[in-house]
């Protein structure tokens, strides 16, 4: 939730001291001074990416083993975004605090989940270990009438366009024994949850 305009930093401090019992100012200070967030600054005078750091800060500062997050890096240039998703690896690294965070910045998520969820309108489309997901998944380029060729059982998708067909395949590794001779490339998660979007359709064209 976005913070009233007429605060500045110091007072979400003394705000959050008096809910969370494990309040750290030290370590909100240590976030502070990282994002070159001033202290007594009303929020209100903030740009967009400032306020989202702020939360964040704020977010870190009280030694929660859970944190809940909605498109924390939505809005943020790419240099903010890698240090605070760095920020995210080096609150994790104990082993005894978990991050559950929305994205549709998957870029992101191939950078620290261990594990992924892919919901579209509400319906749930894949889910596992992100390393099984990307590992297991590939994309089998040929022509539109080598598509006859290919198991249905092994496709999730095809894309269609004007150079033949791109099939997304749920195991690469049987694939590359079945159909010895195609070229068989890695799969980003964008990749993966674009052609699962698709996958009642079976053929989409780009």
Known sequence: MPFHDIFAPKDMARIFEGIYPQW???????????????????????SKGMKMKLQIACALSHNTELLIMDEATTGLDPVVRDEILHIFMEYLQD???SIL???HITSDLEKIADSVTFIDKGKLLISGYKDDILESHGILKCDKSELGNIDPKDIVSIRMNNYGAEVMLSDRQSASYKYSG???DPASLDDIMLY???????EWNS
């Not at 750290?24 to 240590?30: E, I, L, M, T």
């Not at 699962?196 to 079976?202: I, L, P, S, T």
């Open 24 to 46: 750290d100012n030290a370590v909100y200070n240590g976030y502070l001074d990282r994002f070159g967030l001033p202290f007594q600054k009303k929020i209100g005078e903030f």
């Open 95 to 97: 082993g005894e605090r």
């Open 101 to 103: 965070m929305s994205s």
């Open 182 to 184: 195609a070229i068989i």
């Open 196 to 202: 699962y979007v698709h996958k009642d359709e079976r």
